[in-house]
């Protein structure tokens, strides 16, 4: 399990690193769920860092193209936050929406301030 969390917190740490342009910066605080609809809207923007925040093989079995992986529940999510800018607008989402209510929670007291989630989560992808 400690394998799985480490290699998990590695995938995301490089695939992060492999973004080829930049996402904008926070221009407003914003920290809430939105529709399936207005994430589509801002997705397409390219203006957002997505957040795959499900376990690593729910990821692998099939998410939001573009998404990065960090496990929500796995002892490194705390650390990928914390090595991440807080500055840029992220999107969120989970299964259904409770994993991702947490990282929500998580990401705005670690002082994020730019970051939306998935209402109804890959669910209702």
Known sequence: MKILSILSFLLFLTSFSLFAQQPE???KER????TQEEFKTALESGDYVVLDVRTLEEYESGHIEGAKS????SAVFQRGIDQISKDYKYLIYCQSGGRSATALKKMKEAGFKHVL???GGYSQW
């Open 31 to 34: 920290i809430e769920r939105i």
């Open 70 to 73: 960090l496990d929500v529940t």
């Open 25 to 27: 910066k926070a221009q």
């Open 117 to 119: 989630e998935l209402e």
